[in-house]
């Protein structure tokens, strides 16, 4: 069994490459970056540490590592004889390596076993994105022959490593991957990492409306209280309490919505808050909080579950807490901040409240929204 990994970064080295690795893949990683390749060709194995309730080190060896940009036909030839290609590149970033994927697709055999394409994005449906731009670069008819496509929701907190760690990886001992059934038709991969699900979007959802909305409301509260990491600012009882309020409005969502029990949605969203306090993953509060553009945009963590709150008449004046945190968040040096603060200063509040969260006067969030756009705008 053969898996091409596209992403060798810390999440695909410490997360997606860990477990097929486990799982008794011939694991090849795949990536544009001339030094991270060069130094994973030189080495032949990493290690990853798990810190947490039951820390853990394993070793991944036997790996391969090709640089698509300067060798292309091996990417191609690598997919061409595998079983499974993943990705942890970035939503944004699938479109470039779409066309690598499609020619490698291009070049299986006729007759070889579908090959299994799943993108482990922090985003939703992120495999649909990247099965559309496939679809766009594929040369011939016989693509739905050759391979099948399946999203996935994965969770694991990797923090900026240590600068001297190399390309040895600690991540949070906690993980899940949650791949859609469905596309495979009873030919499920044996990987056990992986849990299977029928219905993937309450999965998606819960992840992104726990994991991610509590994460970055963390970091956005807790960067104004002061606070230089995720732990310390969870150590501090009124951000707990602002990161708790924010969780317990996407839970009744999460409950409403996809009729997740209440107890337990309950106790997962404990386990997160637990999950982000760990004070083993020094993860800055800036790293967390950045990108404030993309997170802030309609369909995404703090937006989206705050509309439908909205839609269904109950409470998200904590979602919208998080968000009036997010205006304020302002550390130097990152582009995404520089534009919302630009906007604040230029333009009138329902401008920004439409360019930045896609809502519109007609949502019922709207007005709530605009308000605290308002309170970082006091000339409008």
Request: hydrophobic residues 45%.
């Amino acid at each position: 069994m053969r898996a091409v990994h596209i992403g060798a970064g810390n999440i695909g080295r410490g997360f997606v490459g860990l477990l097929l690795h486990e799982a008794g893949y011939e694991l090849v990683f795949s990536d544009v970056a001339e030094d991270l390749i060069a130094s994973l060709q030189a080495a032949g194995s990493y290690t990853v540490r798990t810190v947490g309730q039951t820390p853990s080190s394993t070793v991944v060896d036997g790996f391969r590592a090709i640089n698509s940009a300067t060798n292309p036909q091996d990417l191609t030839d690598e997919i061409a004889a595998a079983d499974v290609v993943t990705t942890a590149v970035g939503a944004h970033i699938l479109r470039l390596v779409a066309p690598g994927i499609a020619a490698g697709i291009e070049a299986r055999p006729a007759g070889s076993p579908r090959i299994a394409v799943m993108a482990c994005e922090n985003a939703l449906n992120a495999t649909d994105l990247l099965e559309a731009e496939v679809r766009s670069h594929y040369q011939g008819e016989d693509l739905d022959e050759k391979a099948l496509f399946a999203n996935t929701a994965v969770d694991r907190i990797v923090p900026i490593q240590a600068p001297d760690a190399g390309l040895d990886v600690t991540v949070e001992d906690f993980h899940e991957w949650a791949v859609e059934r469905g596309p495979f038709d009873g030919t499920e991969p044996d990987i056990p990492g992986i849990t299977w699900v029928e219905d993937l979007e309450p999965y998606i959802e819960r992840k992104l409306f726990t994991v991610n909305t509590g994460h970055a409301a963390a970091a956005w509260h807790g960067w104004g209280a002061g606070h230089a990491t995720i732990a310390d600012a969870l150590a501090d009882h009124s951000v707990r309490d602002r990161v708790r309020s924010v969780l317990a409005e996407t839970s009744a969502l999460l409950v409403a919505k996809h009729g997740f029990e209440t107890e337990t949605q309950e106790e997962y969203a404990h386990r997160c808050l637990d999950r982000f306090a760990n004070p083993h993953l020094p993860d800055p509060v800036e790293r967390v909080g950045r990108a404030v553009l993309r997170k802030l945009s309609r369909h995404e963590r703090i937006i989206a579950p705050a509309a439908e709150l909205a839609d269904r008449g109950m409470s998200h004046d904590a979602l919208l807490d998080a968000f009036s945190a997010a205006l304020a968040f302002s550390p130097e040096g990152d582009e995404e901040v520089d534009r919302l603060q630009e906007l604040l200063r230029t333009e009138p509040a329902h401008v920004v409240a439409t360019e930045v969260t896609g809502l519109t006067p007609d949502d019922p969030a709207f007005a709530a929204v605009l308000k605290r756009i308002t309170i970082h705008h006091p000339a409008t």
